[in-house]
Structure formats: structure tokens, C-alpha cells
T-cell receptor, first 112, second 110 residues
């Protein structure tokens, strides 16, 4: 059983398009996160939600909008994609804030 | 000073070797510490938490020095399967998120 799942696994798209990445966790965790891992492999937090409420919103362009319809889901919508958005996006969840985090398999986004 | 600093490596060692990774963190208020492991093109996974008294899990030993704001990971009897990137992780000041280092790459060869 997959604990944290993301779709799609790969996403190739043109500049200027709008795309969404979905994340679901079946661990019963209260907190979910989105991370971006760039070409230099640096893993940086973008957002965190606790019980559907936004807790952390790092310095991320407002083209990125997270949406949490319920505790088990945290989706990421990206408007007007740019070349610099190319990266691997990881979703994660934890029981509470700053507890051990469990990561999804990642979504490799390539913007052409 | 970066929030979490690690030597990126790569560390290239033969099977059976002992290897140690170090990590320093800038926020003295950090309360929780972890080592995560990330294989190539895979997601990070928790390797072990790091406790003040130091802790061991099989061939892996983690140490924490709060006064020096320093964390270490020792791997004994390296296996080929230990080849990966090891991420040092600390909590932020508010205790609401984890901050990841850039990772140290280990390559174990036969």
C-alpha cells in the first residue's frame, strides 16, 4: 500500500501553461508539505498545511497555489509555468508538525 | 551561515570501510534532528532520528553536540547498498518544519 502518492510522476509542458500535481496520504497524518528539489539537489520547503490550514508559505511565487480539500490531500497548482520551475516536486506528510516526514515518490516537472 | 551545512562529498569508499559524515546547523533553538537517506531519483526516507545521548541502529551511529551545533553519522562495515545521499535535517526555530541540508553523497565500491 502506498503511504504517500503523487500524480503524475512525470510532467512535461510548455512555458506559460497551467498544471496541477496531486498528492494523497493514507497515513492519517495531520500535516502535509510540498518541497521543491532543484537541479542542484537542494530540497526546499514550499508550503505546509496542518489540518487543511496553511502553516508555512515560504518565499514562493504566487503562481504556485496549494489546495487542501481534506486532511488526506494536498494539491499544487502552478500557473504560467516558467523554465525555472523545472524541478522535482515532493509531497510529504507527518503526524504533527516537525515529526518524521514521509515523502511521496516525487513529480519530475520539465518546462520547455 | 547556512541553516544546515554538510560536506557534499562525494565520499568514495570500499566495501567494509567505516565512514563518517558531519553536519552543522545555525539555529540553536532547533529541537529535533534526523538523518534522511535519498537514493538516486528517489524520495528521501528517514534513516534515523538523532538523540542528545547519541544512538545506534545496527551499523549506523548518530551523535549530537548541541554546544557545537554539530551532528554526525557513522557508518561501519559499508555495504554497496549504502551508496546514496545522506541528508542532515533539523527543525526550524518554530518547530513547525524540517530544514534539510544539501546532502552528502556516498559511493561504496567493491
Amino acid at each position: 500500500d502506498t503511504a504517500v502518492s503523487q500524480t503524475p510522476k512525470y510532467l512535461v509542458t510548455q512555458m506559460g501553461n497551467d498544471k496541477s500535481i496531486k498528492c494523497e496520504q493514507n497515513l492519517g497524518h495531520d500535516t502535509m508539505y510540498w518541497y521543491k528539489q532543484d537541479s542542484k539537489k537542494f530540497l526546499k520547503i514550499m508550503f505546509s498545511y496542518n489540518n487543511k490550514e496553511l502553516i508555512i508559505n515560504e518565499t514562493v511565487p504566487n503562481r504556485f497555489s496549494p489546495k487542501s480539500p481534506d486532511k488526506a490531500h494536498l494539491n499544487l497548482h502552478i500557473n504560467s509555468l516558467e523554465l525555472g520551475d523545472s524541478a522535482v516536486y515532493f509531497c510529504a506528510s507527518s503526524l504533527n508538525e516537525a515529526d518524521t516526514q514521509y515523502f511521496g515518490p516525487g513529480t519530475r516537472l520539465t518546462v520547455l | 551561515r547556512k541553516e544546515v551545512e554538510q560536506d557534499p562529498g562525494p565520499f568514495n569508499v570500499p566495501e567494509g570501510a567505516t565512514v563518517a559524515f558531519n553536519c552543522t546547523y545555525s539555529n540553536s533553538a532547533s529541537q529535533s534532528f534526523f538523518w534522511y537517506r535519498q537514493d538516486c531519483r528517489k524520495e528521501p526516507k528517514l534513516l534515523m532520528s538523532v538523540y542528545s545521548s547519541g544512538n545506534e541502529d545496527g551499523r549506523f551511529t548518530a551523535q549530537l553536540n548541541r554546544a557545537s551545533q554539530y551532528i554526525s553519522l557513522l557508518i561501519r562495515d559499508s555495504k554497496l547498498s549504502d551508496s546514496a545521499t545522506y541528508l542532515c535535517v533539523v527543525t526550524n526555530q518554530a518547530g513547525t518544519a524540517l530544514i534539510f541540508g544539501k546532502g552528502t553523497t556516498l559511493s561504496v565500491s567493491s
